[in-house]
């Protein structure tokens, strides 16, 4: 078992004007755990009469400036977790920050340039080579893609292909066995034996994304997307497979603050605009606060999906994405804020294996049959195979 807490990082999205300076600075001297600070510019600090304070400190695991490229945030942050899911670990990579943070362009990638493929191609293209290095075990990969939007799931690697809106494709639910655990009804799997297989299965869920999409629902920025790859092992000749589930998930923006201009006026807080990242918070708060017992996950479908992503069975990453310029300032406060509290959870990664009963049959029948072997040999004598009276009544 691996004990560990979920593990934080920040990504600071490059501004495109270069006047943003002043506003915060990275301490890389305290080598263990860096700081970022965020510094109020001196109008905005002035208009809250009662809150004078200026300077806001959060503490990351690590923290990528502006010129960190995609290849860095991979090797750092992804290929960790992608390593202990190839060892049989659960794993999650999310994103959390406002809209135009870089969530996609962290998770998913740029179109544009190759070299800016995100954390999903590089950890494909990562995972398949090992894979194909490792002879000395049978893998199985099957992809999954799953939307939340408005508490409803959809399948985006819905085969058919014809989707012009979201409630086109399939509607997936939860399924909770008597276990409490949770199973996906409608969700599609897709076995990938390649790399490039997978990558199809990537596009296909993306294309969907973006056909989903109108201006009326602005998907993109009120919804969660949720790319799993599912990776099984085993030895050969071995009944005990491995199972493993990597989740690399897009959430929603997490702007909630209206924006009333950045000249001074007070910030009113806005209506949350999207519930199931309101649950996520409670549940993060929940999980943050000792002896709470009760821990509210089924109050949505994506703190169902994520539960063992928190506080669970997985080893979990967070990356908080940041746009630190003047206007979005508040934002980029109560994305810390709240990665501060994740960092506060504690989760127990566990080897998941099982024994798959066929192979466990056919493995027994062999050893019963070599225990005869030897028995006849012994003793001489040949048991029958016919049934004794008491086997033949029942
Ligand atoms: P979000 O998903 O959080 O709403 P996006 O990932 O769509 O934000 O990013 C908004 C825009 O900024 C996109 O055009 C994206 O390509 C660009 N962008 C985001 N992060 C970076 C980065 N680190 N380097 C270059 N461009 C970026
Ligand atoms: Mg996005």
Known sequence: MVKQTIQIFARVKPTVRKQQQGIYSI??????????????????????????????????QRIFDQNANQETIFENIAKPVAESVLAGYNGTIFAYGQTGSGKTFTITGGAERYSDRGIIP???????????????????????????????????????HEASSLEDLPKVTILEDPDQNIHLKNLSLHQATTEEEALNLLFLGDT????AE??????????????????????PGSATVRHAKLHLVDLAGSERVAKTGVGGQLLTEAKYINLSLHYLEQVIIALSEKHRSHIPYRNSMMTSVLRDSLGGNCMTTMIATLSLEKRNIYESISTCRFAQRVALIKNEAVLNEEVDPRLMIIHLQKEIQELKDELAIV????????????ERLQ
Do not use: W
């Open 27 to 60: 301490d890389e001297d305290e080598k263990l755990t860096p700081s970022l600070e965020i510094t109020l510019p001196r109008d905005l600090a002035d208009g809250f009469v009662n809150n004078k304070r200026e300077n806001y400190k959060f503490k990351f």
């Open 379 to 390: 003793t001489g004598e040949q048991r029958t195979e016919a049934l004794t009276e008491a």
């Open 208 to 211: 969907n994304r973006m056909i």
């Open 214 to 235: 109108t201006p009326m629902n602005q998907a993109s920025t009120r919804s969660h997307c949720i790319f799993t790859i599912h990776l099984s092992s085993k030895e």
């Open 122 to 160: 590089r950890t494909l293209s990562y995972i398949f080579e090992q894979l194909q290095k490792d002879s000395g075990k049978i893998y199985t990969t099957h992809i999954s893609y799953l939307e939340i939007y408005n508490e409803c799931g959809y399948d985006l690697l819905d085969p058919r």
